[in-house]
Each structure stands twice: as structure tokens, then as C-alpha cells.
């Protein structure tokens, strides 16, 4: 699994931006207009998920104009660095000093790397394990194989 903060998804937006429109953004500015999600305000704190798919999560700023920049987008964003992963991402903002409040971002990038294999399909793998004498992953492939013929 893989841990992104803020800035670390602020760079990737900027750099996915930057290939899909064939503009540099200026800035990426975090917005708090949340008129649509104030039923997710608590303890003046607002977090935001995969669920608020359509939420307006910052401007991007170019030379001549601002344009919004989506939840959904970000999300596509870090799938396009990220191929075949699955994404959990959060934008949180802290509204106790006022409106002007705290945002952070984090995501948690994980890819299925332990594919589902057929008991068959792993007694091959035990063999060529014992072919290379890997006593660890001999050892790994025995746990897998007890685990599914149990």
C-alpha cells in the first residue's frame, strides 16, 4: 500500500492536469464552499471520501481563467499514475479558526498483488519453489495451499 498526503496528491493533480489540458496550472487552491455536504459538518470538521464523488475539492488556477476541480477528478487523476489500483481518498478541513480553515489530502493507493490461485496452480508453484530450493517462498506457498484445502 502506498500513503499519499498533500502534497503528494496536490503534485500528482498538477502534473495529470498539466498532460490532459496541455496547460501548466499556476496554482491549485483547496476550496470551502461545501453548500451541497454541510450534513457532513462535525465539530467543525468536514471530511470528505470516495462518496462525495462530485464535490469541489479545489480551483486550478491557470493564467487567464479558474476552473473547478472535482473529486471524481482527482480520483481519475491518481488512477491515471496509479494504474489498476484501488484508491481511497480523503479531503478533510478543519473550521475551528473560521472560515478560512485547514485542508489536507490523503489517499491510499493498494493493488491487488495476491491473485487467486487454484490449489492445482499452487502445487505447480510448491514444485518449481523446490526447484529453486526458496525456502521461504516454499514455505509461503504451503501456508496458501492449507489455507485453501482445509
Same mark, same amino acid.
Given at each position: 500500500?502506498?500513503r ?8 500528482? !493533480?498538477k ?11 499556476v ?5 470551502? +464552499?461545501f $453548500?451541497?455536504?454541510q450534513? *457532513? ?6 471530511? *470528505? =471520501?470516495?462518496?462525495?464523488y462530485w464535490?469541489?475539492?479545489?480551483? #486550478?488556477?491557470? +493564467?487567464n ?6 473529486? #471524481?477528478?482527482?480520483?481519475? /487523476?491518481?488512477?491515471?499514475?496509479? *494504474?489498476? =489500483?484501488d484508491?481511497? *481518498? #480523503? /479531503? =478533510?478541513?478543519?473550521?475551528?479558526? @473560521?472560515?478560512? @480553515?485547514?485542508? !489536507?489530502? !490523503?489517499?491510499?493507493? =493498494?493493488?491487488? +498483488?495476491?491473485?487467486?490461485l ?10 518449481f519453489a523446490?526447484?529453486?530450493? +526458496?525456502?521461504?517462498? /516454499?514455505e509461503?506457498?504451503t501456508s496458501?495451499?492449507k $489455507?485453501?484445502?482445509?
Amino acid at each position: 500500500m502506498i500513503r499519499l498526503d498533500t502534497k503528494d496528491i496536490v503534485n500528482i !493533480t498538477k502534473k495529470q492536469i498539466a498532460a490532459i489540458f496541455k496547460m501548466e496550472p499556476v496554482e491549485l487552491r483547496f476550496v470551502n +464552499d461545501f $453548500q451541497g455536504e454541510q450534513y *457532513l459538518l462535525t465539530n467543525d470538521k468536514l471530511h *470528505l =471520501s470516495n462518496k462525495q464523488y462530485w464535490a469541489k475539492v479545489m480551483d #486550478c488556477v491557470f +493564467d487567464n481563467h479558474v476552473r473547478p476541480v472535482l473529486m #471524481c477528478e482527482v480520483l481519475y /487523476f491518481l488512477r491515471n499514475e496509479f *494504474l489498476e =489500483s484501488d484508491i481511497k *481518498l #480523503c /479531503f =478533510s478541513y478543519d473550521f475551528a479558526e @473560521g472560515a478560512n @480553515g485547514a485542508a !489536507t489530502a !490523503t489517499a491510499e493507493v =493498494s493493488f491487488n +498483488d495476491s491473485p487467486d490461485l487454484a490449489p492445482e496452480e499452487i502445487e505447480e508453484l510448491i514444485d518449481f519453489a523446490l526447484a529453486l530450493q +526458496d525456502k521461504q517462498w /516454499f514455505e509461503e506457498l504451503t501456508s496458501k495451499y492449507k $489455507q485453501l484445502t482445509a
